[in-house]
Structure formats: structure tokens, C-alpha cells
Nanobody, 128 residues
Framework: QLQLVESGGGLVQPGGSLRLSCVAS????????IGWFRQAPGKEREAVSC????????KFADSVKGRVIISRDDAKSTVFLQMNALKPEDTAVYYC?????????????????????WGQGTQITVSS
């Protein structure tokens, strides 16, 4: 079975921090680009951040730039999203996704349609 499992979400005060984790099982993460996406009620899914194989490309949405750090540990099949200075508008379900990029094509990690595997999501609620 091929799975991605997110964790680390929860309720946090504005200005607080959370670290999301995405653990892959059933496949080797080395050949995959990883993306973080979010969807709030009534809104379309949007890309938050992504990280390519070997971390050769890292991207952030303008809305979170300067507030988040993405990293990966392929030996542990885990990708992290550290989120700081959280705002109420960050409230959403956050999903991680994996895109098989065997050819190591560059600059594609932000294309949501490329992702074959998706996690179940973890809820972040930012409220006072």
C-alpha cells in the first residue's frame, strides 16, 4: 500500500507556530517531489509550498513566504512544514502530496495536477 499521512495540525493562537509532518509508506521518497496544499471552506485548493528531489527547488506561495520552512528527510521518508506567525487566514485543511519525478524534471513541484499520491489532510485552525 502507498500512503502519505499528515500530522501536526491543531488549534493555535494568531502568531503561534506549528510543524506539520508528512510520512510516506509503501514507496521510496527519494524519487518524488513533495508539495503542501491547503483548502479552506468555500475556497479552491491552493499550493502552499513544495520541495523537489534533492531539495534542488523549493517554492513558497506569496501568502506564506517568510513565515514557513519546508524540509525533507528522505532516510525517514518524511517531509516537514514549519509554519510560524500564523494568521486566521491560514485556517484550512493541509494536505501533502507526492509526485513521481523519475526523470528529475525541474521546476514542476508547484503543479498540483502532477501529484499521484495525496494524504488525508490535517486541520489547522488559527483563532483567538
Amino acid at each position: 500500500q502507498l500512503q502519505l499521512v499528515e500530522s501536526g495540525g491543531g488549534l493555535v493562537q494568531p502568531g503561534g507556530s506549528l510543524r506539520l509532518s508528512c510520512v510516506a509508506s509503501g514507496f521510496t521518497l527519494d524519487y518524488y517531489d513533495i508539495g503542501w496544499f491547503r483548502q479552506a471552506p468555500g475556497k479552491e485548493r491552493e499550493a502552499v509550498s513544495c520541495i523537489s528531489r534533492r531539495s534542488s527547488t523549493i517554492k513558497f506561495a506569496d501568502s506564506v513566504k517568510g513565515r514557513v520552512i519546508i524540509s525533507r528527510d528522505d532516510a525517514k521518508s518524511t517531509v516537514f512544514l514549519q509554519m510560524n506567525a500564523l494568521k486566521p487566514e491560514d485556517t484550512a485543511v493541509y494536505y501533502c502530496a507526492a509526485h513521481r519525478n523519475l526523470a528529475d524534471v525541474v521546476d514542476v513541484c508547484s503543479i498540483s495536477g502532477n501529484y499521484e499520491y495525496w494524504g488525508q489532510g490535517t486541520q489547522i485552525t488559527v483563532s483567538s
